[in-house]
C-alpha cells in the first residue's frame, strides 16, 4: 500500500517568513495530493491539492510543488502570519481508490 | 452551516461498553468516509461508502467495530465492548462525484476509554 513520509515533524518560522514542508510517497500510481491544516481540537481543513497533471499549484501565499518522478511534493508558505500556526498534514491518493493515506503532520510555529 | 458534523463532539466511555458515532455529510455529497486519528498521528482510513455502499474496509476496522450508511444520507460508527486502544478521534469526511477526490472533514468525536 501507498506510504507517506512528512518531514520536518516541527518548524518554527519567524512572522513573514517562508515556511516548506515535505512529502515522499511510495505508490506511483498515486496522482491526487491534498494539503490539510488542522487546528487544536478541530478536523483538518483542505487548503490546497495538486493532481498529477501539473507541477505547480498557487493559492495566495500557499503554493504547492509536485515532482512525479521523485515521488516527492512540498507545501510552500510564503510571509507567514501568526494564524498560519498549526499541524499540516499531506496525504495522497489516486482515483478509483478514494481513501488518503497521510503523513505524520508538521507541527509549524510562527514566531510573533 | 453546511459542512460535514459529527455527534457527539466528546464521548467517555468505560472499557467493556458499546458507543456509537454519527456523521451527517455535506448534502448531495455521495462519498463518505471515517478515519481515526491518534495523538500526534495522521488519520488512518477506516471505511468508505459510496451512497449506501460499503465499499471498502481497513484491516484496522475489527470485528467489534462496524459503520453503516442505511439511506446514504448520515453514517453511523459503532464500536463494541470497548478497549483502551480505542481512544483516539474519530473523523468523518465527505466528497461528491463532481469535486474529484476532495474531502471535507468534520471537526471530529473524541472518544476516551477509561
Known amino acids: 500500500g501507498e506510504n507517506v513520509e512528512q518531514h520536518p515533524s516541527t518548524l518554527s518560522v519567524q512572522e513573514g517568513d517562508s515556511a516548506v514542508i515535505k512529502c515522499t510517497y511510495s505508490d506511483s500510481a498515486s496522482n491526487y495530493f491534498p494539503w490539510y491544516k488542522q487546528e487544536l481540537g478541530k478536523g483538518p481543513q483542505l487548503i490546497i491539492d495538486?493532481?498529477?497533471?501539473?507541477g505547480e499549484k498557487k493559492d495566495q501565499r500557499i503554493a504547492v510543488t509536485l515532482n512525479k518522478t521523485a515521488k516527492h511534493f512540498s507545501l510552500h508558505i510564503t510571509e507567514t502570519q501568526p494564524e498560519d500556526s498549526a499541524v499540516y498534514f499531506c496525504?495522497?491518493?489516486?482515483?478509483?481508490?478514494?481513501?488518503?493515506?497521510f503523513g505524520t503532520g508538521t507541527r509549524l510555529t510562527i514566531i510573533p | 452551516d453546511t459542512g460535514v458534523s459529527q455527534n457527539p463532539r466528546h464521548k467517555i466511555t468505560k472499557r467493556g461498553q458499546n458507543v456509537t458515532f454519527r456523521c451527517d455529510p455535506i448534502?448531495?455529497?455521495?462519498?463518505l468516509y471515517w478515519y481515526r486519528q491518534t495523538l500526534g498521528q495522521g488519520p488512518e482510513f477506516l471505511t468508505y461508502?459510496?451512497?449506501?455502499?460499503?465499499?471498502?474496509k481497513s484491516r484496522l476496522l475489527s470485528d467489534r467495530f462496524s459503520a453503516e450508511r442505511p439511506k446514504g444520507s448520515f453514517s453511523t460508527l459503532e464500536i463494541q465492548r470497548t478497549e483502551q486502544g480505542d481512544s483516539a478521534m474519530y473523523l468523518c469526511?465527505?466528497?461528491?462525484?463532481?469535486?474529484?477526490?476532495?474531502?471535507?472533514f468534520g471537526p471530529g468525536t473524541r472518544l476516551t476509554v477509561l
Open positions: 461508502f459510496q451512497n449506501e455502499a460499503q465499499l471498502e
Open positions: 448534502s448531495e455529497h455521495n462519498r
Open positions: 496525504a495522497a491518493s489516486y482515483f478509483g481508490n478514494e481513501k488518503l493515506t
Open positions: 495538486i493532481r498529477s497533471n501539473v
Open positions: 469526511a465527505s466528497s461528491g462525484a463532481s469535486g474529484g477526490n476532495e474531502q471535507f
